[in-house]
């Protein structure tokens, strides 16, 4: 199937509003749920009809845009370094998962049970993001490569924040693989950068 820049910018503006979400997290100890429920959602879009329905429309991607606008206008007085470096630990990490079938399916049986979780407790419920985090740590947590967070100590070592960020990174590995379904590569944020803008543009 064909896509278009615009569902491939969509797909890494998903990626870079975890990433930055993880930055905000680790810094200051909180998040914009607005931000961060339709990533949380999107865990749980396993079938989607297009790239839109995985966020609940591209109007929710509004901080991962900003974000990846910066980095592709190459803005240096603007650009989230950790962000940034979350963002192509997350593309990595999810190369080495796309290869480990049994992992895959681990998590395709575990994110079944939590989806159930989300329906009787809510989406945001502390055992919802508990359970996502746990699936992160189990799987994707365990590859050599590992995304390193920095930030306050202090909020790191809140055991809920913990469980926050591990589950916001697990959202990041979701808009990965959509990333790579629509055609996107590391190769192609080096030389497609002008086709990124683009589709940008048009979200």
Known sequence: MQYTSK???????????????????AKNGQTDNDQLEPLIQSLFITNPDNVSDVYGG???????????????ERQADTIQGDAVRYALTLIHLER?????????????????????QSEHFGLMHETVISSLASIYLDTVSTF????????????LQIPANANKIRAILFAGIRSAILWRQTGGSRFQLLIGRNKLLDGLSKL
């Open 7 to 25: 569902e491939q910018a969509a797909a890494l503006s998903g990626i870079f509003q975890a990433a930055g979400l993880v930055e905000q997290m």
């Open 144 to 155: 050599k490569t590992r995304v390193q967070v920095t930030g306050d100590l202090k909020n």
């Open 96 to 116: 080495k998962l796309s290869r480990n079938k049994n992992m895959l399916a681990e998590i395709g049986q575990r994110l079944e049970r939590t989806k159930g």
């Open 58 to 72: 591209y109007e929710n991607l509004m901080a991962g845009r900003r974000v990846l606008k910066n980095v592709l």
